[in-house]
């Protein structure tokens, strides 16, 4: 079965600090990899997405960057952290040349806060 | 841009009754897909339905569509304790990749034993 670890499950931060994330997806192959940010209360803002190595889109000009070293490991960074970067960061996958009728699998997030 | 809205924003009841959740969104879609998040976890995907069906079932779960309205309902039936959590509606919008779903800002229940 399929599986995606996200680490760490919380983070606390200075401002101006660098930034890693990381994500993993066992149990299949050539997935799609996706970052969504979500603020308190609110719903999910799609960030960075990759259809395969090397592959990122950008969704919103941000402070943050994306990286798929490897066809299954998903990375988010930061040079300089903001207040604003703090959030719930949250790691999915979808089948790889999926439709729109794939669904997301998403890990268990990162708690990052920017102090 | 955050395309579904849930309504109510926060539904208490108590076990056994039903819950009903609203979406509406404001473009045509592919389809509509509903998540839950327990507390300080990811999303978990419960139910998706096309843009060409009306209804759809999964358990206890009751999905409606209502494409000319843009508009879904999430039912969940004899509800418990477990079931509280937050709930959100995604769509997939025509016109743009597959990989962009979009969620709205989600449906607080709380059920009380």
């Known amino acids: 079965s399929q599986t995606i670890h996200q680490w760490p499950a919380t983070l606390v931060q200075p401002v101006g600090s660098p930034l890693s994330l990381e994500c993993t997806v066992e149990?299949?192959?050539?997935?799609?990899l996706y970052w969504y940010r979500q603020a308190a209360g609110r719903g999910l803002q799609l960030l960075f997405y990759?259809?395969?190595?090397?592959?990122i889109s950008s969704e919103v000009p941000q402070n943050l960057s994306a990286s798929r070293p490897q066809d299954r490991q998903f990375i988010l960074s930061s040079k300089k952290l903001l207040l604003s970067d703090s959030g719930f960061y949250l790691c999915?996958?979808?089948?790889?040349?999926?439709?729109?009728?794939?669904?997301?699998?998403f890990g268990n997030g990162t708690r990052l806060t920017v102090t | 841009s955050q395309q579904g809205e849930e309504d109510p924003q926060a539904l208490s009841i108590q076990e056994g009754e039903n819950a009903t959740m609203n979406c509406s969104y404001k473009t045509s879609i592919n389809n509509l897909q509903w998540y839950r998040q327990n507390s300080g976890r990811g999303l978990v995907h419960l139910i998706l339905?096309?843009?060409?069906?009306r209804e759809k079932h999964s358990g206890r779960l009751r999905v409606t569509l209502d494409t000319s309205k843009k508009s879904s309902s999430l039912l969940i039936t004899a509800s418990r304790a477990a079931d509280t959590a937050s709930y959100f509606c995604a769509t997939a919008p025509m016109n743009t990749g597959f990989q962009k779903l979009v969620f709205g800002t989600g449906t607080r229940l709380l059920v009380s034993p």
């Open positions: 990759s259809v395969g190595i090397g592959q």
């Open positions: 999915a996958w979808s089948v790889r040349g999926g439709s729109y009728n794939s669904p997301l699998h």
């Open positions: 149990g299949t192959s050539n997935p799609n």
């Open positions: 339905i096309r843009s060409n069906e």
